[in-house]
């Protein structure tokens, strides 16, 4: 049972990845036509490039994400069959999981990773410096 609780868990930090990726740059473009300063902050602008950049690596190379890969070990450890678990598990999967070809996944990973990209452009994010200075001043 714990390795079933441990795939769910592993699941679920997938389905969080997945909504950090995609709903970051939902809120990278909102707020950059609402004016949200928060949105323009350095480390969490570097930390979404690099999801992006990750997800669209291994679709090139035709990797597995590891985080997938830890899930069906789980999943295996517990004895269960592949995706035949709990309700939450049940749902989880039916969103992250579809069946298409491989090259399907690696275009979309490739043009929302490059609509990533032009977000650093048309909503810049501030520069690093200008964190530090600031982070300098108030200390």
Known sequence: MLYGLAADAMLL???LFVAF????????????????????????????????????????????CPLTTIEMSLR??????????????????AI????????VFAACYTAFGALVVVSWWRVRPRPFSALSQSIGDNG
């Open 96 to 103: 992250l999981y579809y069946s298409a070809p491989p090259w």
């Open 21 to 64: 990726v995609v709903f970051g740059l939902v809120l990278i473009l909102v707020g950059g036509a609402r004016n949200w300063t928060w949105i323009r902050n350095p480390w969490f602008r570097l930390a979404h490039l690099a999801a992006i950049a990750v997800v669209v690596v291994q679709s090139w190379l035709g990797v597995i």
């Open 76 to 93: 295996e450890r517990a004895g269960d069959s592949v995706y035949s678990q709990t309700f939450m598990s049940h749902w989880l999967e």
């Open 13 to 15: 930090l997938h389905v």
